[in-house]
């Protein structure tokens, strides 16, 4: 397969500096993959699973220090520290020069460096990319080979062009004071060492679909959004694409592979992508989004057949486990899984766990890694090069309070006001203290390769091209009652609350206006089948005009730092919404 001059010469200059024993250029066959597995089980990267139970599936255990991305040492290196905004890390090219680069001076020395192709996008797309990791660990290589469309198709996709992102890769020592993912979106280059964790380790996910990607997408006119996509299609057989964007572990796997419940016969969900999407507006003044991904990265703990069947498929075979707990028989365990853990457990450090030990046998960030063509709910059309149209948007994050199940934005600057302002309660996905509080706008905070106040202007600029703009909505499937009590069922019953959405984006469904936007009336959703009593429905939908003013505060101290910077769109509708709390009546108190 011919390969650009472009990539050979930059091959050669990685392989002086990280001086690799020898290079293996990746062609994506399966002969190849073999080949891999066998050198991947042989170093004790990779553990055959059970060939019966689990066939073509394999478990790795990573380093202890090294489970979840790392975002205090992710930076994006663009030219000012503006150009990267008060939300990302910055450090100068310059520094990145001198400090990180020389940890890559043999690094390789022993080691075989695979050179891996990929196209982040359906093949032959308008909006697909073309990367290259270098990377001395057969487990990127192995798992790129599952997330991303690698091989051969990549050159040939590339031909002698020169535009393809640089992805160096090393696991380095995998200690945490060595550890840099920079990400240099003016030179379309991403360095990552010290880390062999997914979203640190498999450029092609965050770093190029997300950081790089969305600089891109600035520059020429397309968004890349840490979105689901997905088809949901009506008894009668309309068929609707929505996307949602949710923080990391906010279940955007289990949305984007929804099971309808028994009651809400006839309708299908249509799976598309289940992290990022790719939107472009389209000439019909729509907008457009492929996944560019062709895998799962998920998260294994609380994935069932109760929680998500799809999923449990999808990863019976050809699958990578991370971390999760391992039984004798060669099988796998987490917690949340749908079998009793059995006897003989260990744990995912390779220690014998008990249930009365009070640990988690899985981390709570373990892993797995799975071609997206084996889900039962893939829609027919996910590689389709032109996308899918979307009819509406879905911002959702982990809120015990204040944000009701659903409310509809005013259009689309308020709509981008919705996603800008953000805030999810953290999970296990990064590191750092679960359960706080923390702004994650757009779900894109840790995601973003640029200033976030130039980000959203590019989305106000986005909604300007769209003649036929998607509706936008923010979701909060985790609303608690006053016992702590999650209110709403959620899982496979948020197609109610979505079917509510697409209603409105037909122009059909009922709505309260309230200061903060359209929220259903009490009987809007339908809640035929589940148990939801008009008291807690008052309460899931309940706006209370003194914490929204509260909110209005954490809102206003969040955009400062962005100053000037700040959209004037964005600026007309904090102070819109401001307005209208000031007018609006109080809310009734909690029934429970
Ligand atoms: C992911 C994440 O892995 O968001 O998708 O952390
Ligand atoms: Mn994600």
Not at 327 to 351: F, N, S, Y
Not at 377 to 401: D, H, L, N
Not at 439 to 452: E, H, I, K, L, T
Not at 468 to 481: L, Y
Request: glycine share 10%; aromatic share 10%; with cysteine.
């Amino acid at each position: 397969m011919p390969v650009s001059e472009a990539v050979r010469q930059w091959v050669d200059q990685v392989s002086s500096l990280c001086q690799p024993e020898s290079v293996v250029w990746c062609d994506g066959s399966d002969a190849e993959r073999e080949r891999l597995e066998k050198k991947a089980v042989s170093e004790g990267a990779l553990t055959p699973l059970n060939k019966e139970k689990l066939p073509g599936c394999f478990y790795h255990r990573s380093a202890k220090g090294d489970v979840a991305r790392t975002e205090h040492l992710t930076f994006i290196c663009s030219k000012t520290k503006d150009d990267a905004g008060p939300t990302n890390n910055w450090m100068s090219p310059e520094q990145a020069r001198e400090k990180v680069l020389p940890l890559f001076k043999g690094t390789m020395r022993g080691r075989t460096m695979y050179v891996v192709p990929f196209i982040m996008g359906p093949r032959g797309s308008r909006f697909s990319l073309v990367g290259v990791q270098l990377t001395d660990s057969v487990y990127v290589a192995l798992n790129m080979r599952i997330m991303t469309r690698m091989g051969n198709v990549a050159w040939e996709q590339l031909g002698t062009s020169k535009k393809f992102t640089k992805c160096l890769h090393s696991l380095g020592d995998l200690s945490p004071e060595r550890r840099y993912i920079c990400h240099f979106p003016d030179e379309n280059e991403i360095w990552s060492i010290g880390s062999g964790y997914g979203g640190n380790a498999l450029l092609g996910k965050k770093c190029l679909a997300l950081r790089i990607a969305s600089a891109l997408g600035k520059r020429e006119g397309w968004l890349a959004e840490h979105m689901l996509i997905v088809g949901i299609e009506s008894p009668e057989g309309e068929l609707h694409y929505i996307t949602g964007a949710f923080p990391s572990a906010c279940g955007k796997t289990n949305l984007a592979m929804l099971v309808p419940p028994p009651s809400l016969k006839g309708w299908r969900v249509r799976t598309i992508g289940d992290d990022i999407a790719w939107l472009r507006p389209g000439p019909d003044g729509r907008l457009w989004a492929v996944n560019p991904e062709a895998g799962f990265f998920g998260v294994a703990p609380g994935t069932s057949r109760k929680t998500n069947p799809s999923a449990m498929a999808t990863i019976a075979r050809n699958t990578i486990y991370t971390n999760v707990a391992l039984r004798k028989d060669g099988t796998v365990w987490w917690e949340g899984h749908d079998d009793p853990p059995g006897a003989d457990l260990l744990d995912w450090q390779g220690q014998p766990w008990k249930p009365e030990s009070g640990e988690k046998a899985a981390h709570p960030n373990s892993r797995f890694t799975a071609p997206a063509s084996q889900c039962p709910s893939i829609a027919p059309e996910w590689e389709k090069p032109e996308g899918v149209p979307i009819s509406a948007m879905f911002f959702g994050a982990r809120r015990a309070g204040v944000v009701p199940l659903i409310y509809e934005s005013f259009g689309w600057q308020h709509g981008t006001f919705l996603g800008a302002t953000l805030a999810s309660e953290t999970t296990a996905a990064a590191t750092g203290k679960v359960g706080v509080l923390r702004r994650d706008s757009m779900a894109m905070q840790p995601f973003c390769g640029y200033n976030m106040a130039d980000y959203w202007a590019h989305w106000l600029e986005i909604g300007k091209s769209l003649t036929r703009p998607p509706k936008i909505f923010r979701v909060n499937w985790f609303r608690r009652g006053k016992e702590g009590q999650f209110l709403w069922p959620g899982f496979g019953d948020n197609l109610r609350v979505i079917r509510w959405a697409l209603d409105r984006a037909s122009g059909r469904g009922t709505a309260t206006e309230t200061a903060i936007g359209h929220v259903p009336k009490l009987d809007s959703i339908d809640r035929k089948g589940i148990d939801v009593s008009d008291d807690v429905m008052k309460e899931l939908l309940r706006v209370d005009p003194t914490e929204w003013t509260d909110a209005l505060k954490h809102q206003a101290d969040y955009f400062s730092p962005f100053g000037d910077r700040l959209p004037k769109g964005i600026r007309e509708e904090h102070e819109a919404l401001a307005k209208r709390l000031r007018s609006a009546p109080a809310a009734p108190q909690p029934a429970r």
